[in-house]
């Protein structure tokens, strides 16, 4: 029975160890080499470590991912489950909420970033038309730093917020309708059941949904490189784009593979801090 649940599990351990043990261990070895995009590599120890700690470009790069994860993330899982809310009610019309609230997940980074590219373009886009037609004037949405930092969340949001989306309806169709038909006996009101019925019993979905989200925005990329012009706006380069910069742009491998250990060291530690606090507050109640 014992050897049978094994060989279950063996194909997956084989495709676990060689697409994610074997290339982390690449990368680490790299990681303390000068190895460029040939493939010739000479040992220097902590010397990448070492250059990364003293780079300006790695801590820009970081503080812009900062601001990214802390700007992105509260407003999408909040939108995901404000949709939730509103795709759960029994309505005729709400399979059109899912469809519509889910469809964005779907597409490509590519077809996102041409919609909104199209979007923020200045005289042509539909957002800087609608603006000169109310009288406003055009806003240059990816030529500076401030609001192509806006813009990139606002695309985010859009696209990424259906997945949130997603976890809240099934969380929210697992909560018993008894519960809101007692409480509608006893007066309570909808937005009393929300309060004291909904959120609270959402609670752990809560969690899982914001740690997904912070790890997620915390390795953005797809759509700061092509949203930016391949790096074009320095203020908003995440620290994941840096690393694609130094490994394929300048051929540092090795370099890049060390910031790529460091960032996916303080990634661990944000993880089980958040995990810790979580199971405190669980452990209270």
Not at 46 to 73: C, K, R
Not at 160 to 182: K, M, R, S
Request: hydrophobic fraction near 55%.
């Amino acid at each position: 029975m014992k050897r049978s649940g094994f060989w279950f599990v063996a194909p997956f351990l084989v495709l676990y160890v060689a697409f994610l043990v074997v290339p982390m261990a690449i990368g680490l070895g790299a990681s303390v080499t000068d190895e460029g995009i040939t493939g010739h590599a000479a040992f220097v120890g902590a010397a990448n470590y070492g250059e990364l700690f003293q780079d300006p470009v790695v801590w820009s790069s970081l503080w812009h991912t900062l601001i990214f994860t802390v700007t992105s993330t509260p407003v999408i899982v909040l939108v995901g489950l404000v949709m939730a809310l509103l795709a759960d009610r029994a309505v005729p019309e709400r399979w059109l909420y899912r469809l519509a609230f889910f469809a964005p997940y779907l597409l490509p980074v590519s077809v996102v970033v041409l919609i909104w590219n199209w979007l923020y373009q200045p005289g042509f886009g539909l957002i800087n038309d609608l603006l000169t037609r109310l009288g406003l004037g055009e806003v240059g949405w990816l030529s500076t730093d401030g609001m192509a930092m806006t813009s990139i969340v606002i695309t985010t949001v859009w696209w990424t917020a259906g997945f949130g989306f997603l976890l809240y309806l099934a969380a929210l169709q697992e909560i018993p309708h008894q519960l809101y038909e007692a409480s509608a006996l006893d007066g309570a009101t909808p937005f009393q059941q929300l309060r004291r019925i909904t959120l609270p019993l959402l609670s752990r979905t809560h969690q899982l949904v914001i740690v997904l989200q912070i790890l997620a925005s915390l390795k953005v990329f797809d759509q700061v490189y092509l949203l930016s012009g391949q790096g074009g706006i320095p203020g908003v380069r995440s620290i994941v784009q840096y690393i694609y910069e130094s490994g394929f742009t300048r051929f540092r491998v090795g370099y890049a593979s060390a910031i790529s250990y460091v960032f996916f060291a303080l990634i661990a530690v944000i993880a089980l801090v958040h995990f810790r606090l979580t199971a405190a507050r669980g452990s209270k109640r």
